[in-house]
């Protein structure tokens, strides 16, 4: 009993640890998204190599988030990161609507819509150290034409169904929430094979 | 039976941060010298900086307003590239890593020195701009955290110039020397604003940076409104 016990505590560490270093370090929050019949397996989604393209040469779009001013906190990072974090879901979720209909695709999806969130709040927290005038910049930032096409996306896939919920699990973004508790219980339209 | 659940756990617990601390401090440890720049001139010369215990006092350093104004003095990456004052802050704090993993690679030769020299002198002038914005600019947390690594990192690569064979000419050591005089005299003026104080700079800092941390004392706090 006293081993099976020890072993006991062996495996369930080896698993905690496992799943820790998974999620916080490797990154891999997809693999704790909910499962079930509309979501599929977010390594396998086509929609992430289908996108790659449009995350070549992102200074190219001028619609992306550009900075406002030079009297800015924006490190050169988050810059970065806020640029081609708009450009992929620009790309999942405007150039390919249909996207989010696959199983994996919309795994994948709802995983980057997490981080693409995150990425926002994260941003607006350092910026509250230096004050209004840099909490608008961000909030410029991440206001680019790019940023409000994914924004109406959002939007219109919550309308019809196609995010439900249920797909964010313990993850939903605080933005998303308001939009999908409004359209709670909304069948999607997806188009069926 | 406290006792006994403490023994079963120990064992598991123990691997698992063991394992959690090499990984992550494997996949961490650029974040978290990024959170402290500035730690050690024995540290800082390996491209890493910054104080373990004065975080409210210091900010980022590649945000800087002063790094905005002084970066393209000291790094020159041509009229037609663009380029972000704070990507241009990595870059040479990129060059850093690369004057230390040379040196500790031990690549002798007049290449290595003279890559070490210029880390100095580039230092120098980047601690020398910041030094010359007003003075109350180093109020600001992020200002104050790229004067530390600037200074941090120009007293490491003037000590390993120092001790660098073959020596470097006189006419660089007379350079180096200047630097090292303007910025000594800036520190003591800082130390005695309040501007600057011992833990800004962390319990490794240079000897230089040590003495006049603790013999200068603050005679006025020009960040208080």
Redesign the interface.
Known sequence: MYLLKRAAFVLGAIFLGVNLLNYFVLGNTGDYLPGGGRMGEWKEAKIREACYPALESPERDGSLPKLSNDRHRVAWQDLTSAIEMTAAPNCYLVTHPNAICERNNRAYIVDYINRYFAKFDEMIDIAKRYGEAEISTVRDLWDSPRNRAISAALMQDTSNGRLIKADFGWTTPTAMKLMLDRYKGTTDNCPRA | MIGEIFS??R???A??LG??LV??GW??APQISSLMPGLSSAVSSLGWGGSWFADARL??A??A?VI?NCIFRVLDVGREMKM?P??AY?VLKAGSIHASLSTLLGKAGAKTEDLTFVMASKWGEMATCIYAQDDRELCDP?NRAAMVEATTKFFAYAKQTEASKPAISPSDASVIEGFGDRLLIALKNHRGYGTLVAADFGSFAAPEITRIMREEKETRDICKR
Do not use: K
Request: charge should be negative; aromatic fraction near 12%.
């Open positions: 079963l756990i064992v598991p617990v691997a698992f394992g959690f990984v992550g996949i961490w900010g980022r590649e945000t307003p905005r972000e704070s990507a990595l992020d």
